[in-house]
């Protein structure tokens, strides 16, 4: 008999956070505060138009079993600005293999003055990549953000976390014997 099973990870926190310098012009500050919802955040300061490089975070630790069918990927960022409606999203976009791929999931509008999470992707979305179980394991598989500003701003991310959808294809094998007498 072959089980299947759909099934999703926990909300996975990065364990690598680091300022990538392929887009923007202005670094973030302390990359490895957005590892947990402390209130301890990366931040960046940006002057009208000026847009950071990426806030890079990875090594989240998947353990999907070899084999499993990867359905989507949902990505929550925590986010806020120093100035309400002076940061917003310029891109976002997922790491696979170490290298940023896929779609640009920005959301278009203004970041709160208050923390909150907003959601990138969904439980049926792949980023327009394919992916498979190793992919997600590796500790090279994450997100980036880059923030921009329409005036002066602190755009700060106080958390990113992960979770993933997939179909967990087991082959358990029942055997059943009869013995007639």
Not at 7 to 36: K, Q
Not at 46 to 61: D, H, R, V
Not at 122 to 148: K, P, Q, R
Request: net charge negative; with cysteine; charged share 15%.
């Amino acid at each position: 008999m072959i089980n299947i099973a759909a099934a999703v990870t926990s909300a996975t926190s990065g364990g690598t956070f680091a300022n990538e310098t392929s887009i923007g012009t202005v670094a973030w500050s302390n990359p490895s505060n957005a590892s947990a919802s402390d209130d301890s955040r990366a931040s960046v300061t940006l002057l009208l138009s000026e847009i950071s490089n990426y806030l890079k975070a990875t090594n989240f630790g998947f353990a999907i079993p070899t084999g499993s069918t990867i359905r989507g990927i949902v990505v929550e960022i925590e986010k806020s600005s120093a100035l309400a409606a002076t940061a917003e999203d310029n891109s976002v976009r997922i790491v696979k293999g170490g290298t940023i791929s896929g779609d640009n999931k920005a959301i278009v509008g203004a970041w709160s003055d208050t923390d909150a999470y907003s959601t990138y992707g969904s439980a049926t979305d792949l980023w327009g990549a394919t992916w498979t179980a190793e992919d997600i394991n590796a500790s090279t598989f994450g997100v980036v953000v880059a923030a921009d500003a329409t005036a002066a701003a602190t755009a700060r991310i106080d958390h990113i976390r992960i979770t993933i959808h997939y179909t967990d294809l087991q082959s358990n094998f029942q055997y059943n014997y009869c013995l007639n007498q």
